[in-house]
């Protein structure tokens, strides 16, 4: 089943801590792995991707882990900022990256 | 660089009228293209998607049409909108796998 599931719903976190987002998935056929931020209002922002091939991809403040085995990905902030208070949602997609399933997203608040 | 631009910004529409959305890619020589509906708080659902003028494929069924009139085009309507239509509709695009989003068009249905 074509399933992406996210948690936690919410999570609040004080400045400078590290928050940590979850995701999990059942379709063994993906294996591209993005995840969005996105503000009140906008659209959604590509924060940062992984392929099913790599356990590991890091972007300044931004790590995201993915354990093909379990079928699971994280996404690690560290050093979390009052700017950084949004949405997140996790991704999946198979190779031709047509279709893409979206979990349901996690708010974010950081308090400074 | 490449935009995306999506009009109109908004929309109060009544039940049973007409719709048309658009979106419009700058910068990008054939994109693959998409369109995506987000209920207030929700998450992002896939309603269409084409990779080339002229073909576009279904995601799921919401009483909705699109349309890809030109390389850097692309149209989301429906003839009569149901109050379930309400959100905030967003157009994407991609080179390859990742994919950009454009800024939305929130539509009310009243």
């Known amino acids: 089943q074509q399933q992406v599931r996210q948690s936690p719903q919410s999570l609040t976190v004080w400045e400078g801590g590290t928050t940590v987002l979850t995701c999990s998935y059942e379709d063994s056929t993906f294996n591209y792995f993005p995840w969005y931020q996105q503000f009140p209002g906008e659209g959604p922002a590509l924060l940062i991707s992984i392929l099913s091939v790599s356990d590991k991809k890091e972007d300044g403040r931004f790590t995201t882990f993915f354990n093909k085995r379990e079928k699971k990905l994280s996404l690690h902030i560290i050093d979390s900022q009052p700017g950084d208070s949004a949405t997140y949602f996790c991704?999946?997609?198979?190779?031709?990256?047509?279709?893409?399933?979206f979990g349901k997203g996690t708010h974010l608040h950081v308090l400074p | 660089a490449q935009t995306i631009h999506q009009w109109p910004v908004a929309e109060i529409k009544a039940v049973g009228s007409p719709l048309s959305l658009g979106c419009t890619i700058k910068?990008?020589?054939?994109?693959?293209l998409y369109w995506y509906w987000q209920a207030t708080g929700g998450t992002l659902q896939q309603l269409f998607y084409s990779i080339t003028v002229g073909q576009v494929e279904s995601v799921v069924q919401l009483n909705l049409s699109a349309s890809r009139p030109k390389d850097d085009q692309f149209i989301l309507s429906t003839e009569k909108l149901l109050l379930s239509h309400s959100g905030f509709y967003l157009c994407?695009?991609?080179?390859?796998?990742?994919?950009?989003f454009g800024p939305g068009t929130r539509l009310t249905v009243l």
């Open positions: 991704a999946a997609s198979d190779t031709n990256a047509y279709k893409v399933i």
């Open positions: 910068g990008k020589s054939s994109p693959n």
């Open positions: 994407a695009w991609s080179p390859d796998r990742e994919q950009y």
